[in-house]
T-cell receptor, first 113, second 110 residues
Framework: GAGVSQSPRYKVAKRGQDVALRCDPI?????LFWYQQALGQGPEFLTY????????KSGLPSDRFFAERPEGSVSTLKIQRTQQEDSAVYLC???????????FGSGTRLTVV | DAKTTQPNSMESNEEEPVHLPCNHS???????IHWYRQLPSQGPEYVIH???SNVNNRMASLAIAEDRKSSTLILHRATLRDAAVYYC???????????FGTGTRLKVLA
């Protein structure tokens, strides 16, 4: 497709459940990013991939968060043992080799109950 | 990281120009100024970016003060579809990490 695709669009998880969020970047985009957006706040950086290499994971809030991009295209953000504070919109973005003009997906809204 | 300051909210009438201000008094010489906007239930969308000179594209214009301590995003004719949260972001040259603030929520009145 023409844009960044994220699935599922909405996810409700019971506290303690593991979840996996998927991102399909624009074909050929080398760079891929994950951001977390709490209600009423701007997005916050989680992690960055260049191809399959995770070059920066400094924004991941705890070791319960794990991201991968094994073949340099699709990426998965996994959250283990979800907590209520993990409730947020998780945004994925991709860009070509040059770094300007990221394209964001519409996000996955995660609600932990 | 250099920070930006934006008004929390602004209102505009439809088909009138809108000037969205951003202060960045601690900007450094290599920091680019990016603007993104976020429509309801969507991810942020790239609007425009610049370094020193004013910039124009099909969506908007970016006016950068001579001392670069402030900038203004200009929407020439606001439409109802321009209602969104607008983020002004500073990015040092070569960086990939965006630091969003809380942005300006623009309301467009019919």
């Amino acid at each position: 497709g023409a844009g960044v695709s994220q699935s599922p669009r909405y996810k409700v998880a019971k506290r303690g459940q593991d979840v996996a969020l998927r991102c399909d970047p624009i074909s050929g985009h080398v760079s891929l990013f994950w951001y977390q957006q709490a209600l009423g706040q701007g997005p916050e950086f989680l992690t960055y991939f260049q191809n399959e290499a995770q070059l920066d994971k400094s924004g991941l809030p705890s070791d319960r968060f794990f991201a991968e991009r094994p073949e340099g295209s699709v990426s998965t953000l996994k959250i283990q043992r979800t907590q209520q504070e993990d409730s947020a919109v998780y945004l994925c973005a991709s860009s070509p080799r040059r770094i300007y003009g990221y394209t964001f997906g519409s996000g996955t809204r995660l609600t932990v109950v | 990281d250099a920070k930006t300051t934006q008004p929390n909210s602004m209102e505009s009438n439809e088909e009138e120009p809108v000037h969205l201000p951003c202060n960045h008094s601690t900007i450094s010489g290599t920091d680019y100024i990016h603007w993104y906007r976020q429509l309801p239930s969507q991810g942020p969308e790239y609007v425009i970016h610049g370094l020193t000179s004013n910039v124009n594209n099909r969506m908007a214009s970016l006016a950068i003060a001579e001392d670069r301590k402030s900038s203004t995003l200009i929407l020439h004719r606001a439409t109802l579809r321009d209602a969104a949260v607008y983020y002004c972001i500073l990015t040092p040259s070569g960086t990939y990490k965006y630091i969003f603030g809380t942005g300006t929520r623009l309301k467009v009145l019919a």
